[in-house]
């Protein structure tokens, strides 16, 4: 099987890579599909996340472009997503004008929580987005740096007050992936779980956390406006200003990324105008903005290698919340 996620002996590293098919499917230009009278969205979280950012930019984008009229946004939040999972495959199955947002961070909770249910019940259409992690601390916290959390974090790692987003997601993971790194037991970190970026930040402007881990691109704002600061950013290299963990002594790396699920029972046709409007949006200009504005590396990939990648990543998923004690 080709793994599209690396395990790294040095210190767990989970890379969501862009392979040669997902650039190639990036340079098709097809002629774009009629469009669309109406279509759903299902974020399986609350309004204010990474999911409901990616289904928002999403749905502008494809108004803005015509290849949709209108767009309606649904929220089912919890427990990182299962809760929607379920919701989606038993409500919308058969209906081809409804779309699922989920990701690496579904995958996790899946193996977290054992749900009954896996992305098995669901087509995947196409992933859409990749996004680094940033750690994040209140804009009066006496920690400095990155070091200084790491030296923290190996002298007296239970009193640190992490917080991150849902249970057995992409941010859980990085917290444990860091507490390996450091040659540090991870069932000794504390995490406490939120369902949008927006409560995490202000948990952390109140002071009820010591340490925030995030996506980029939903805690931009804070970063910029000083409302919170960044350690560290995630990705292999330094990035947007930050560090990266690597350059700090911390041997990890992690990448969130994020697409659209059809539900059970549609036609090969209907996954298939699914799949083309996808492409399309992926070729629009208004696209190409929000993934710039949202600093998004735009990792698109459709059919058989996101079908494989989405197998090989719960798998993934499951290898590493068992090796990081968290599941």
């Given amino acids: 099987m080709k793994r599209r996620t690396i395990l790294s002996a040095s210190g767990l590293s989970l890379l969501a890579g862009t392979p040669m098919a997902s650039l ?18 299902l974020v399986p979280a609350s309004q204010g996340g990474g ?29 990182g997503g299962v809760p929607g999972l379920a919701y989606f495959v038993e409500k919308y199955a ?22 009954p249910i896996d992305m098995s019940r669901v087509t995947p259409v196409a992933r859409l987005t990749s996004d680094a992690l940033v750690i994040l601390v209140p804009k009066n916290s006496k920690l400095r740096s990155q070091a200084e959390l790491n030296a923290r974090i190996r002298s007296d790692a239970a009193s640190i007050r992490f917080g991150g987003g849902s249970a057995g997601g992409v941010d859980h993971m990085l917290m444990g992936m860091i507490g390996r790194a450091l040659q540090v037991d991870p069932t000794k970190l504390r995490y406490q779980a939120f369902s949008g ?11 009820e956390l010591d340490v925030g881990i995030s996506g980029y691109s939903e805690a931009m704002e804070a970063i910029n406006s000083g409302a919170v600061r ?29 697409g659209v699920f059809a539900p059970p029972g549609l036609t090969a046709a209907q996954t298939e105008r699914l ?40 798998t993934t998923a499951r290898v590493v919340l068992h090796l990081l004690k968290l599941g």
Avoid: C, H
Avoid at 24 to 41: C, E, G, H, I, M
Avoid at 103 to 115: C, E, H, K, T
């Fill in 24 to 41: 190639a499917q990036n340079k098709a230009k097809a002629a774009p599909p009629p469009p669309l009278d109406f279509l759903r969205l």
């Fill in 51 to 79: 999911w409901d950012q990616t289904a928002r930019a999403m749905g502008g984008a494809l108004q803005a472009s015509k290849l949709v009229d209108k767009v309606e946004y649904e929220y089912k939040p919890g427990k």
């Fill in 94 to 115: 058969r209906q081809p004008n409804t779309l699922m947002l989920g990701g690496m961070v579904m995958l996790g909770a899946i193996a977290l929580n054992r749900a």
């Fill in 197 to 207: 970026g927006g409560e995490l930040v202000a948990a952390l402007q109140k002071g």
């Fill in 230 to 258: 960044g350690l560290a950013i995630s990705s292999r290299a330094d990035a947007a200003g930050l560090r990266s963990l690597r350059s700090q002594g911390v041997a990890t790396d992690l990448a969130n990324w994020r």
């Fill in 275 to 314: 799949t083309q409007l996808a492409t399309a949006l992926n070729s629009s200009s208004a696209w190409t903005a929000e993934l710039q504005k949202n600093r998004w590396t735009n990792a698109f990939m459709t059919g058989k290698p996101f079908a494989e990648l989405l197998e090989t990543e719960q």
